[in-house]
Each structure stands twice: as structure tokens, then as C-alpha cells.
């Protein structure tokens, strides 16, 4: 079946670090691949998407590519800032299986 | 923001007693999701629809109903809600459910159930 495997958290980082968030996964066919982020007391918003190897989805400064050979969609952002704490959920989606499949959820805290 | 809309919010009840959560949609997307989120475990899928009338189960259907007669609303519901039914409940809506296509989900604020 499909799995999403993300780095563990928590997460702590000062203001304007770089981030990268691991995301591998296992799944048949071609699935399309998501960031999903959860700010405290919401629900999930997505973060950006990639629906075939070598895309790179991209927004809000948060970039992740399709890598099909090594089946990883890494999370990076190149200066975080304090209002991007919260959690970040890697998931794909399977036309076959008709569902998301959601990694773990990694809590991203951010200190000024 | 996807026009969609869980209710209630908040809700405790008492173990053995029926329960039903609503998610209602502006948006006139064909499919709908339901997901319980838990600790350490991410978001699982209880029961999808794909068109009024249409669902199906998901990982952890068990203990768990849905109806949907029209195409703005998804209704969950617990027959006999137990402790471990205890969660935050979300709602999710996508145009298609096809590969490579506009399947991203959109998702509702979420419903708090507390089972004592």
C-alpha cells in the first residue's frame, strides 16, 4: 500500500534559518505529492503540490521537488520566519486508491 | 478559502450515544472526504464520497456512517460513539479524484468530539 514517511519533530529553529523538512514515500503508479500546513486551533491549508517527477511546487518562499528516483519530496525555505510555526504534513495522492495518504506531521517552532 | 463549513465545532456526549457531523460545501466539488486527525498517527481517512449517493470506506470506517443527498452536504456519523472515537474530525472537498488532476483537498475548520 502507499506510506508517507516524514522527519520526525519537534522542529526548533531561529528566525531566518534555513529549513528542510525530509518526506519520503512508497506508492504505485504516479501519485501526486502535497505539502499541507496546520496552524495552531485550524485546519490544514495546502502548502504547494507536484503532480510529476522533477516538478518543483513553490509558495511563500517554501519550495519541494518531485524526485522520483529517490522517491522523496524534501520540504526547504531559505529564511523562516516566526509565523511559520506550525505543523507540516507531507502527503500523496493515488488516483487508484482515490485517497490522501498523510505522513506523520512535523511541528515546526520558530524562535525570534 | 474554500467555502466550507463543519458542524458543530465542539461537541462532548457520552459513550454508547449517536452522534453526526456535517460538512456543508459552497464550492460544488464532486468529492468529499472525511478524516479523523490523532496524535503521532496524521490525518486517516473514515468514509469518502464521489458523487450524491456515492461513497465509500477508507482506512478506519469502522464505527463510522455517511450519507450524502446532496451535493453540498457529507454527513458522518458514530452509531454508538465509544472513548477511542474521541478525535478532531475534519471535512475535505476536491474537484477530481483522477491522477494528475485538480485532486488537491481543500479542507474544513474541523469538529472537536470528546466521547466520555
Known amino acids: 500500500g502507499n506510506s508517507v514517511t516524514q522527519m520526525e519533530g519537534p522542529v526548533t529553529l531561529s528566525e531566518e534559518a534555513f529549513l528542510t523538512i525530509n518526506c519520503t514515500y512508497t506508492?504505485?503508479?504516479?501519485?501526486?505529492l502535497f505539502w499541507y500546513v496546520q496552524y495552531p486551533g485550524e485546519g490544514l491549508q495546502l502548502l504547494l503540490k507536484a503532480t510529476k517527477a522533477d516538478d518543483k511546487g513553490s509558495n511563500k518562499g517554501f519550495e519541494a521537488t518531485y524526485r522520483k528516483e529517490t522517491t522523496s519530496f524534501h520540504l526547504e525555505k531559505g529564511s523562516v520566519q516566526v509565523s511559520d510555526s506550525a505543523v507540516y504534513f507531507c502527503?500523496?495522492?493515488?488516483?487508484?486508491?482515490?485517497?490522501?495518504?498523510f505522513g506523520s506531521g512535523t511541528q515546526l517552532t520558530v524562535l525570534p | 478559502d474554500a467555502g466550507i463549513t463543519q458542524s458543530p465545532r465542539h461537541k462532548v456526549t457520552e459513550t454508547g450515544t449517536p452522534v453526526t457531523l456535517r460538512c456543508h460545501q459552497t464550492e460544488n466539488h464532486r468529492y468529499m472526504y472525511w478524516y479523523r486527525q490523532d496524535p503521532g498517527h496524521g490525518l486517516r481517512l473514515i468514509h469518502y464520497s464521489y458523487g450524491v449517493k456515492d461513497t465509500d470506506k477508507g482506512e478506519v470506517s469502522d464505527g463510522y456512517s455517511v450519507s450524502r443527498s446532496k451535493t453540498e452536504d457529507f454527513l458522518l456519523t458514530l452509531e454508538s460513539a465509544t472513548s477511542s472515537q474521541t478525535s478532531v474530525y475534519f471535512c475535505?472537498?476536491?474537484?477530481?479524484?483522477?491522477?494528475?488532476?485538480?485532486?488537491?483537498?481543500?479542507f474544513g475548520p474541523g469538529t472537536r468530539l470528546t466521547v466520555l
Open positions: 502527503a500523496l495522492y493515488s488516483g487508484s486508491a482515490r485517497q490522501l495518504t
Open positions: 475535505a472537498i476536491s474537484e477530481s479524484g483522477a491522477a494528475g488532476g485538480r485532486n488537491e483537498q481543500f
Open positions: 506508492a504505485t503508479g504516479y501519485p501526486s
